[in-house]
């Protein structure tokens, strides 16, 4: 008779959310207390400040919502927009598309250019799109730095530099929810004026933190901005976490836990942090490579750091590779969405992982093809990634020495 338990650890593999370190879990594991006592400013204020770190700005503020990275574009938008005004999005994945989708239902007019899905924003159909706004009606551009359904990454900076380009003032909002904490993000360099992100990507927390962070450009537009807002308000919150407090109640163990995350990544270092996600995105592709098969992005210039939608042949469905590594060997991975449902399976590395765990991985997923009768190479895809890792390590254990 066939038992009910399931042994060992289920392998979560989708982009998001990541795993949670023993570590952080534990940091999380407090008993409450008054969020408005004299001692909570030594949590909070520090907190503040080390995000900054993450998003690489010195002149930015940061606020922590207790919501997930929806709630964090809501914020960003309804705080410096008013109902009827124009925004530049391009619209390259599912996750673009949702934040077309809420802008729109906010009242605001969405100027929309249709990206191939593979591919991300285009800077010169962006600077085109500008230099012929003559009189400066569209307010700001809408970019999603890494599309998680397609595994694509847009060049910020090159979008930056097209609206410099073309002399327009609009605001630079930023979906950075699974990129920021995982992939080199500069929010000061890029210029980008509202940058957001979540808990349970990069950050390697349980989901139920929305995080922006606004330029001075963004906030001096704040007072202008007539969209409904009380929840999100930033005021609120600017005029509460100048003290270390908050217009609500926090989610309180959610914030001991990104105090520990941010000490972790500051441990490890922010630069090493990022070199260890290329690594690993490197590793997974040479198994897509080895299996025969494509990514969804269209070009290396878009592949993303922290996940890889990988296609399935025709003839083959992406949802019967995800439900045989769920049900036989306890890996989840990510669906295909929206346009590329049931066209491809997705692989997350991105958070709190190294080789071997993303080994397991790529195993599971080449037995589950093979299971489902896609024609791979046993053990190709695993080696292929094995020997990526092999001489990556041995390459950076090369360059320490030297040092």
């Not at 704040?222 to 926090?250: E, H, S, V």
């Not at 045989?324 to 958070?351: P, Q």
């Amino acid at each position: 008779m066939a038992g009910a338990r399931r042994p060992g650890r289920n392998f979560l593999f989708v982009p998001g959310p990541t795993n949670v370190p023993d570590r952080i879990l534990r940091a999380m594991h407090i008993p409450m207390e008054d969020h408005r006592s004299p001692d909570f400013p030594k949590l909070t204020i520090p907190l503040f400040e080390e995000m900054k770190k993450v998003f690489q700005t010195k002149e930015g503020q940061v606020v922590i919502f207790p919501s997930s990275g929806t709630g964090a574009w809501e914020s960003a938008l309804t705080n410096t927009r008013a109902p009827g005004d124009k925004l530049l999005a391009p619209r390259f994945g599912q996750f673009s598309h949702l934040w077309i989708d809420l802008a729109r239902r906010h009242g605001l007019d969405v100027i929309v250019q249709e990206e191939e899905w593979g591919t991300g924003a285009d800077p010169d159909r962006i600077e085109e799109e500008l230099r012929a706004d003559k009189n400066h009606e569209i307010k700001g551009i809408l970019v999603v730095h890494n599309e998680t359904a397609t595994g694509v990454t847009s060049d910020i900076a090159a979008v930056r530099r097209a609206m410099d380009a073309a002399g327009h003032p609009a605001l630079l909002y930023v979906d950075g929810v699974s990129s920021i904490g995982s992939i080199d993000f500069r929010f000061d360099e890029w210029g980008v004026d509202l940058a957001i992100t979540g808990s349970q990507k990069g950050m390697m927390l349980p989901a139920g933190l929305g995080i922006v962070c606004a330029s001075p450009k963004a906030v001096a537009q704040m007072d202008d901005a007539t969209c409904t807002r009380a929840y999100f308000n930033l005021a609120d919150q600017f005029n509460a976490n100048a003290g270390g407090y908050f217009p609500y109640t926090p989610a309180l163990p959610l914030l001991y836990g990104l105090r520990e995350s941010l000490a972790m990544m500051s441990e490890e270092g922010l630069e090493n942090v990022f070199a260890r996600h290329r690594t690993l995105a490197s590793g997974t592709r040479a198994a897509v490579d080895a299996w025969g098969l494509l990514l969804c992005a269209k070009a290396p210039k878009w592949h993303s750091d922290t996940v890889s939608a990988i296609m399935v042949p025709d003839g083959f469905s992406g949802a019967d590779v995800i439900e045989r590594a769920y049900r036989r060997y306890n890996l989840a991975l990510g669906a295909g969405l929206s346009e590329v449902a049931g066209k491809l399976f997705r692989i997350g590395h991105l958070g709190d992982l190294n080789e071997l765990m993303l080994l397991g991985a790529i195993s599971g997923a080449e037995m589950s093809m093979r299971d489902v009768g896609i024609p791979v190479e046993p053990g190709s895809g695993v080696a292929a990634a094995q020997e990526y890792f092999r001489n990556a390590n041995g390459a950076a254990e090369q360059r320490l020495a030297a040092e």
